[in-house]
């Protein structure tokens, strides 16, 4: 995101000062309450708890805060803005989506001392320029760029000090404050979806993993021409630290008025992408958002960045996920059925009605898949067909079952595509794709 639309602020780097910004917000969250409760009050009506949480101005508190706060707080933040958007009150989802594009960055003092712990206090002499000014600012890092002694352009990527061991604490804090509007439930499986939250944060904050998955993915994509990825440059690399090549293009739904054939060409490639990480690789960058891909028009070559949420897939989960579509396609509920008790997506115990609009998910998320020519992703109600059945169970009282994490991430992946192809509004060929998956 643009830093020209960010706020410079220190990053709380302990426990105690992580804490003492948490603190305070659930302090002013609890006082905003208590004013709107009084408000109500006074006008004869009979506020529930939820009402007077969900205000724009404890929304805005919330934001804020985050914003500050930066690491898992912050791109929780993000995901409930990008996931739960149609659950939330409009004023709450137009506030939190501030965190997708006001990223705060680091003050120059705190960005050298970060410099200085990783390369060294003659940290300058490897390069021939590094701009302090970062480039972009997100929840995790900052991007910088930079010119190696050798003449080649990087991209350097910080991260803020104290994300990596604040994120445990993070997450329950957030979940917290969260779990006070009656939005997330009790129950053991939402507190097994949040252990997994924090390892998946974890991956994510650990640039040594992710410079091996952006290798592992260059290499898988090599001799693929319509992808381009950054290298990683290892001597410069430490856990905070992901130096790369710099690569070009320009923000990919900055494309929306290209040629329908120049916009075809960029969906068609992203989901051969998609289908390619899932049923050859094994492995799939589960992160949707925008800024992940950039576009060159004079190549008509597509970028691919961030790879820290990229994922390992079994042999045995691609292999359901295989049969799934298969089922999808043929529209045989007895098969949807018995895989999606495999997969996980519900169990014995979840009501027959709520199975079968789960069904009815499945069949249309797989949609396209069946179309018969190509899909035209900006002339179809797909997405909000989903959004409505995602509501039905969201609001069900007796529904609150939660998938795997890996199939969780990888229908956010999907949704994304669409949501981008929609936006484009692509047609994307899906014949030789379903071929490709099912062997057919």
Request: net charge positive; glycine share 6%; hydrophobic share 45%.
């Given at each position: 995101m643009d830093p020209k639309n960010s706020r410079e602020s220190a990053v709380p780097q302990t426990r105690l000062g992580r804490l003492t910004r948490m603190t305070g917000l659930a302090t002013r969250v609890a006082g905003g309450m208590l004013a709107e409760g009084a408000r109500?009050?006074?006008?004869?009506?009979?506020?529930?708890?939820?009402?007077?949480l969900l205000t724009p101005a404890n929304a805005r508190r919330v934001a804020d805060?985050?914003?500050?706060?930066?690491?898992?707080?912050?791109?929780?933040?993000?995901?409930?803005?990008?996931?739960?958007?149609?659950?939330?009150?409009?004023?709450?989802?137009?506030?939190?989506?501030?965190?997708?594009?006001?990223?705060?960055?680091?003050?120059?003092?705190?960005?050298e001392q970060v410099l200085k712990n990783n390369w060294g206090p003659d940290w300058r002499s490897k390069f021939q320029s590094f701009s302090m000014q970062p480039m972009a600012a997100?929840?995790?890092?900052?991007?910088?760029?930079?010119?190696?002694?050798d003449g080649t352009e990087l991209a350097?990527?910080?991260?803020?000090?104290?994300?990596?061991?604040?994120?445990?604490?993070?997450?329950?804090?957030?979940?917290?404050?969260?779990?006070?509007?009656?939005?997330?439930?009790?129950?053991?499986?939402?507190?097994?979806?949040?252990?997994?939250?924090?390892?998946?944060?974890?991956e994510e904050a650990d640039y040594t993993r992710e410079a091996e998955c952006l290798a592992r993915f260059a290499q898988h994509l090599e001799g693929i021409p319509c992808f381009v990825l950054p290298r990683v440059r290892p001597e410069l690399s430490t856990q905070d630290i992901?130096?790369?090549?710099?690569?070009?293009g320009l923000p990919i739904e900055q494309f929306s008025a290209a040629s329908q054939e120049e916009r075809d060409h960029i969906v068609n490639s992203l989901f051969h992408l998609l289908f390619i990480e899932v049923f050859e690789l094994g492995w799939v960058q589960t992160d949707p958002n925008f800024a992940n891909f950039r576009y060159d028009p004079d190549t008509r070559q597509i970028i691919l960045l961030d790879f820290?949420?990229?994922?390992?897939?079994?042999?045995?989960?691609?292999?359901?996920?295989?049969?799934?579509?298969?089922a999808a396609i043929r529209k045989n509920r007895y098969d949807l059925h018995a895989l999606s008790l495999q997969i996980g997506y519900y169990d014995e115990l979840v009501a027959k009605q709520h199975q079968n609009t789960i069904h009815d998910m499945i069949?249309?998320?797989?949609?396209?898949?069946?179309?018969?020519?190509?899909?035209?992703?900006?002339?179809?109600?797909?997405?909000e067909r989903m959004r409505d059945w995602g509501l039905e169970l969201g609001m069900a009282g007796d529904f609150w079952h939660v998938p795997p994490v890996d199939s969780l991430m990888l229908q956010r992946k999907l949704a994304g595509l669409y949501l981008l192809s929609a936006r484009l509004k692509g047609r994307v060929d899906f014949a030789p794709l379903v071929t490709m998956a099912l062997g057919r």
């Open positions: 109500r009050l006074a006008r004869g009506e009979r506020p529930k708890l939820s009402d007077m805060q985050l914003a500050r706060l930066r690491g898992a707080a912050m791109k929780l933040g993000q995901l409930l803005s990008m996931d739960a958007g149609d659950l939330l009150p409009p004023e709450l989802a137009e506030i939190l989506a501030r965190l997708r594009s006001d990223a705060q960055y680091m003050p120059q003092a705190q960005l997100a929840s995790i890092g900052q991007v910088h760029a930079a010119t190696a002694l350097i990527k910080v991260q803020y000090p104290g994300v990596r061991t604040s994120i445990d604490s993070d997450v329950d804090n957030v979940v917290s404050l969260l779990s006070m509007s009656g939005l997330i439930p009790d129950t053991a499986q939402i507190k097994r979806l949040l252990v997994e939250c924090k390892r998946q944060l974890h992901l130096a790369m090549t710099r690569v070009g820290g949420a990229a994922r390992p897939y079994a042999p045995e989960r691609v292999a359901l996920y295989r049969q799934i579509l298969d069949i249309a998320a797989c949609e396209p898949a069946y179309w018969g020519e190509p899909y035209p992703f900006g002339q179809t109600d797909l997405a």
